[in-house]
């Protein structure tokens, strides 16, 4: 089936590999459309959690032949359609990484028994599934520019081992949180690291996290006072490729 709508519109898709809405072009609208505020050609963006792909699809024709995705997914179920979807639609800028991100390097449980999409490092003993588990600042990849991260609740851990990345290189990143003692976790680490905070429609956010979906602007690229209109609306924050 090709994507009716959107900006991965007429790229294949397999129906069935996820929501009728990522063909349909209408999954995640809010997400999306914040998202292609900063993306541009040439960029390079870690799809972390990236599952049958349609993040990917959309990074790949956004940054062109000269950008570079890396998409991560290492649940087998998920692998399998990501990796059809990058060969339907022959994406030579794509990278399939099969590892789960984590604060250390090694193997760790993942869970089968959740729905199709919800699956992830799990704590429980009797999973028989392990796989291989990376710390972000541990791999030799091209610094990225942008960072889509959704990971069933891991999301504080994979950011932990990605603080070199955080305080030296300071990709704009989104990141989906699962519960309160994530979105705290989450939030003060990325201050730490001098990041403003902003909800999904680009409404600053000045003290606690309220709200699952998120994305953080390293302070020096905000470009303007605290409480003024959010990256996105007023202005447009786009970057070129970071140098390390």
Known sequence: MRIRRGPAKGMRWIVGSASHGCWLGTYELAKRNAILRFVEPGMTVFDIGAQA?????????????????????????????????????????V????????????????????KQTENSLSS??????????????????????LIKMDIEGGESDA???????????????????????????CSALLRKHKCALFDIEGRLI???????????????????????????LSENPKSGPLKV
């Open 124 to 145: 429980n003993s009797c999973s028989p599934l392990f796989v291989p588990t990376a710390r972000l600042d541990d791999l030799d990849l091209p610094p990225p520019d």
């Open 53 to 93: 792909g349609i993040y990917t699809l959309l990074f790949s024709r956004l940054v062109g032949p000269r950008g570079k995705v890396f998409a991560f997914e290492p649940c087998p179920f998920e692998n399998r359609n990501l990796l059809r979807h990058v060969r339907l639609n022959s994406l030579s800028n």
């Open 95 to 114: 990278v399939v990484i099969s590892a789960a991100l984590a604060d250390r390097p090694g193997l760790g449980r993942f869970s089968i028994d959740a």
């Open 159 to 185: 950011l932990v081992g990605a603080e070199r990345i955080l305080r030296d290189i300071r990709p704009t990143i989104f990141l989906a949180l699962h519960g309160e003692e994530h979105r705290r976790q």
């Open 206 to 232: 000045d003290g606690e996290v309220e709200t699952d979906e998120i994305y953080a602007i390293a302070n020096e690229k905000t470009g303007r006072l605290a409480g003024a209109p959010g990256p996105g």
